[in-house]
């Protein structure tokens, strides 16, 4: 980024599966979810919990519709509170740095934009 330049970032805010997690049982939340019939799709199980190193650990199994077939994905996440990635932007010769509230979606949850120059 040439100096002067402006870096726009729109980050995921995690507090909702942060409390879940504390919340459940073991500390694991298991969920599962039913798609439209519009969907390849037909299930989706969710297994999300904190691993060793403190990120989000999300598993997903899908289920295929009409079949017996089923695929699966694991999402690594590492959450950052506001905080920190002000001191990362800071670190990181930013300067002017700005965090707004963003967007709150259903499916992805709280956001949070961050503003910075160069």
Do not use: C
């Amino acid at each position: 980024l040439r100096p002067g330049g402006s870096i726009i970032l729109e980050l995921r805010d995690f507090a909702d599966f942060d409390k879940q997690i504390k919340d459940a049982k073991n500390n694991i939340v298991l969920s599962w979810e039913e798609f439209p019939a519009s969907d390849p799709f037909e299930f989706v199980l969710a297994k999300i919990l904190y691993d060793a190193e403190k990120n989000l650990r999300w598993e997903k199994l899908f289920f295929e519709r009409n079949t017996m077939n089923r695929s699966s994905f694991i999402n690594i996440l590492k959450p950052y509170p506001r905080s920190v990635i002000h001191g990362m932007l800071e670190k990181a010769n930013f300067r002017s740095i700005e965090i707004y509230n963003g967007f709150t979606d259903t499916v992805a949850g709280e956001t949070y934009i961050v503003v910075a120059k160069k």
